[in-house]
């Protein structure tokens, strides 16, 4: 028996070759489920509304389900036996799970969407509430006033609690110290403290004893961004810590193998391979704060005019404006106050966009922006787009 | 034996870049280790891990500008002895050790020195490839200055030099930018020995560094390993007996009993260890009869 020698490439025609992916699925498996489903919908449209009066639409739903499993099981252990059919039968589950976990959030969203948009003009994000009385409309005045306060708390907020949570991280998972596991345990207490507590801590210690004169302890943004800072203090720290875990041990000795030392290591090896992981903490602690009501209620106290300086006196945030807002009787009011929801929503879906940036690979986006720069080179306009990156 | 370049392992197309890469480095770094190969010794090492002696008096001589080869089965403190070469071994906690491990003549473990220091100096490459994932091709290379806070003034020369002594550098030229972990494994292995090379180390350590390639991927790291006998002493973990046999000038047998510490049963020169052991469990494992 000798080898042989498969046929040269170029007797077969490329135009005969077509790229196809594995399927094990069949049309005949598609109709078995719309067919199941049909005859449940079928079946429990007979039951509910000829033989009965109809009891209430969710019971529809739940019975037509259950009929639906239960025939699509019978149907398919009849046509591909037992171990098919249970697989089949958790994909199903599995995937009207998923379906069925994205309806409130779908319906939340809308909700605020439809609710909010109708107060919502693009005057909402330059007027404050200046002039504003019960009886006008509900698109007269603005937000502005609280974007802006909801900006500087939050920002002031990350800027206290990223250095903090970052070290705090480092600390438990790089470290060989035999404080780490108390502190970890802080950290968990930390997490699950009522945020109202936060703002009662702030007001309690530094505003009532010092605020008497207003100024830096009194109302203000500066004393929201604290609050805030401890709500998302333990957020920032355990993903980080969790993010930082996942970093290779190779690599740490690889980097400490060439003689750098430990905080060296952190710095330029562990950092810049987490930080995909990292720009996802730092978002999950913003979006942990910017919808954080509580702690403001009794530090940035709320205000109905712009108020640009974060360091004195009370000023809005957006989830102040909402709440403060919806608990109005007049109807322009309540509206107003789903436009904020809904501005609020808009704020942190940009910061997650912009994180989502922020995180990509950095190798990619260096790609690219050569990309873009070679580009700019070549084109007669070279020197207005040196900036590109 | 002791000639590595038998004929069926160099290939035509890789004499020129073997003959472009030989002379030493031609690129300076200021705050680097002293140029040129150094001596390694050990004097009656032992390791610990916990209470549990895993080691136990071992002396051997790895000569500047030679290829050591420590070989053994597993479990029998190659490896552990390997870190206690540059001062990993403390690294991992409850790891404790004692002796004498003597770089060109200066104890490494004397009270006050400074693992970073030995660490610059004696080099490491790893069984698994890693390089930084976060970084290029090329930042890979450099991470070892940045790293370390070593000072170059021709920063492509280095890439270029290292890349070509570890015999990478046709192949990777014109995607330096590219992330180092999009290589295949051969690649990044040798990638990861480029980077060791950058900050011209006096001694290159490898544990088991070709377990994970193919064999054109083992052979090249193999010539690389030839051509940097030269400036650098090589001390290689491998449980690879033509390996052992084809790049080592010197080798050191080591060996375990049952719940016994490990030590050194055997050394002495490659053609020696193979072709007449004195030990019968020597003449065993490089026989392939255990182990």
Known sequence: MTATLSSPPATRTPAARRPRRPRERTPADLWSVVGSAISALCLNWLIFYRFTDGASLFGFALCSYVTFLVLFTVVTRDRLGRLVAADRVMTVVVMSAGVIVMV???????????????????????????????????????????????????????????????????????????????????????????????????????????????????????????????????????????????????????????????????????????????????????????????????????????????????????????YRNIRKPDLSAIARGFAGALVLMLIVLALFAVARYLGRDRSKRRAASNRRRSAALSSAAASSAGASS | MTDLATSDTVDLTDQTTRSASRPASSVALIGGPPPGAATLEARDACAWFGDHLVLEGVDLTMPAGKVTALIGPSGCGKSTFLRLLNRMHELIPGAALDGHILLDGEDIYEN????????????????????????????????????????????????????????????????????????????????????????????????????????????????????????????????????????????????????????????????????????????????????
């Open chain 1, 104 to 322: 409130p959030l779908l319906l939340l969203i809308g909700y605020i969407l439809i609710e909010g948009v109708k107060a919502l003009r693009i005057t909402f994000f330059v007027r404050d509430q200046l002039g504003i009385t019960p009886l006008m409309d509900s698109t007269a005045g603005g937000g502005a006033h609280a974007i802006v306060g909801t900006l500087e708390q939050v920002g002031l907020a990350l800027l206290w609690s990223l250095p903090l949570g970052l070290a705090a991280a480092v600390f438990l998972n790089e470290s060989r110290s035999k404080w780490r596991r108390p502190v970890r345990i802080f950290v968990d207490a930390m997490s699950g403290l009522p945020s109202i507590i936060a703002g009662l801590f702030i007001f309690a210690t530094l505003i009532l004893p010092f605020g008497h004169t207003g100024g830096l302890f009194g109302f203000n943004g500066f004393m929201a961004s604290l609050a805030l800072a401890i709500t998302m203090l333990p957020t920032i720290t355990r993903t980080v810590e969790v993010v930082l875990r996942l970093v290779p041990d190779g690599l740490r000795e690889a980097s400490l193998a060439m003689g750098a030392s430990r905080a060296r290591t952190v710095w330029s090896v562990v950092f810049p391979t987490a930080r995909t992981g990292m720009t996802t903490a730092v978002v999950l602690g913003i979006a942990r704060a910017v919808g954080e009501t509580a702690p403001l209620l009794f530090t940035a106290f709320g205000y109905d005019l712009m108020n640009t300086n974060p360091f004195s006196g009370a000023q809005e945030s957006l989830p102040l404006f909402v």
């Open chain 2, 112 to 291: 006050g020195r400074r693992a970073q220091q030995i660490r610059m100096r004696v080099g490491m490459v790893f069984q698994k490839p890693n390089p930084f994932p976060a970084m290029t091709i090329r930042e890979n290379v450099l991470s070892g200055l940045k790293l370390a806070r070593i000072k170059c003034d021709d920063k492509d020369g280095l890439v270029e030099e290292s890349l070509s002594r570890a015999s990478l550098w046709k192949e990777v030229r014109d995607r330096l930018d590219r992330p180092g972990g999009a290589l295949s494994g051969g690649q990044q292995q040798r990638l990861c020995i480029a980077r060791s090379l950058a900050v011209q180390p006096n001694v290159l350590l490898m544990d088991e560094p070709c377990s994970a390639l193919d064999p054109t991927s083992t052979r090249r790291v193999e010539e690389t390993i030839a051509e940097l006998r030269d400036n650098v002493t090589v001390v290689i973990v491998t449980h690879n007996m033509q390996q052992a046999q084809r790049v080592s000038d010197r080798c050191a047998f080591f060996l375990a009993e049952e719940n016994q510490p490990g030590f050194v049963v055997e050394q002495g020169t490659t053609h020696d260890m193979f072709s007449n052991p004195v030990d019968t469990r020597t003449l065993n494992y490089v026989q392939g009869r255990f182990g």
